[in-house]
């Protein structure tokens, strides 16, 4: 089919760049012809939010919580206020302010040798199609990288630095361009927003697992009737997704929709976008006949029109799932975690 053309004769293709605005290249088969129109739409509803935020802002550099801002927050966060309501929501803001220096005094300090050579091992593994983490790039960001993860490995010693870390840190310097701001971003998620995640044992992980498991019998027992059936543990299909926060799993734009929320509201939502992913494509995942069938479809509902619609996408994610209250997350989290734990011992 030939590409649609627009007015002055130019194709998709030559109009949209080849790397994204973060410095992702663009894949071969990218389709620029539906991303040009999805950002069309899209641009509009970015340009809308904007003015709404400048003036809940008034050019403050400190925001409160409140029913309207977690509103705002909901519809996207604009990239120029991104680091500035992650850093207050999250409670990095505070962290940083309470520890003048700190930052600074772990880069200075004696490093464990063991650790540094752990990190340097993945920093080329970090998003090898973004041009920002390429060595010949200025500023090259896989310097920064280094020091944010060695600074948290020494902030927090039970933890060290585990895989996934990496991109995790990789995506908070791509929006807050700052090192500082990135670290404390880092102890909020590990630390507080998402406990035990990325511990040794990964306790947390494996339990928050096992709860979307849980979730899924009660809410789409179809699907969840086909993982029994052909023996398919959640950790084989999920992992990734709560491992890495959705990044690498669905598009940049949602990705960074997903963490807006993820900062303010916490690790529910990331069961909110399992869940409605899973849901929404409850009839695929069923036709699934065989182990490498129920794979391959998990990894065909997080790829197309519906993910890359971001905004349509992240209105689904209140709606689709249904009620899901921290009360029941808890029980559920208690319930997991001490099955595991028996099972360990």
């Not at 400048?54 to 680091?83: D, E, F, M, T």
């Not at 200025?138 to 060290?160: E, F, K, R, S």
Request: charged share 25%; hydrophobic share 40%.
């Amino acid at each position: 089919m030939e590409p649609v053309k627009s007015t002055n004769g130019t194709k998709a293709k030559d109009r949209v760049d080849r790397v994204d605005p973060y410095g992702f290249e663009r894949s071969e088969d990218f389709d620029y012809e539906s991303y040009e129109e999805l950002m069309s739409e899209y641009l509009v509803v970015l340009t809308r939010r904007a003015i709404k935020w400048s003036k809940l802002l008034k050019g403050k550099s400190k925001v409160q919580k409140s029913v309207k801002l977690k509103r705002y927050v909901r519809k996207g966060i604009p990239n120029q206020h991104r680091a500035l309501v992650w850093m207050a929501a999250s409670g990095a803001q505070d962290q940083l302010e309470k520890n003048p220096g700190y930052y600074q005094s772990l880069l200075a300090a004696q490093h464990d040798p063991k650790l540094a050579e752990t990190i340097r091992t993945d920093l080329n593994r970090t998003f090898p199609d973004n041009v920002h983490f390429r060595k010949t790039s200025i500023p090259c960001l896989q310097i920064t990288l280094d020091n944010v993860l060695l600074a948290y490995g020494h902030h927090n010693p039970a933890v060290g630095y585990c895989q996934g870390m990496n991109f995790v840190a990789g995506y908070l310097l791509l929006i807050t361009k700052d090192e500082e701001k990135s670290f404390w971003l880092m102890d909020a998620l590990f630390g507080r927003i998402l406990p035990d995640y990325y511990t040794p044992a990964m306790l947390g992980l494996k339990t928050d697992q096992e709860v979307l498991g849980e979730l899924v019998r009660l809410k789409v027992p179809g699907v969840w009737q086909v993982m029994e059936t052909q023996n398919v543990m959640w950790t084989l299909v999920v992992s990734r997704w709560f491992i890495c926060l959705f990044i690498d799993v669905l598009p940049v734009e949602t990705v960074l929709r997903i963490w807006d929320c993820l900062f303010y509201e916490g690790s529910k939502i990331l069961f909110r976008v399992a869940l409605t992913l899973i849901h929404h494509n409850q009839a695929e995942i069923e036709q699934a006949r065989s182990l490498p069938d129920v794979c391959e479809a998990f990894k065909r509902i997080a790829r197309g029109p519906f993910v890359e619609e971001c905004h349509a996408f992240m209105q689904q994610i209140f709606t689709e799932p249904g009620s899901l209250s921290t009360a029941t997350l808890t029980k559920l989290r208690a319930a997991c975690r001490a099955r595991i734990a028996a099972e360990g011992s």
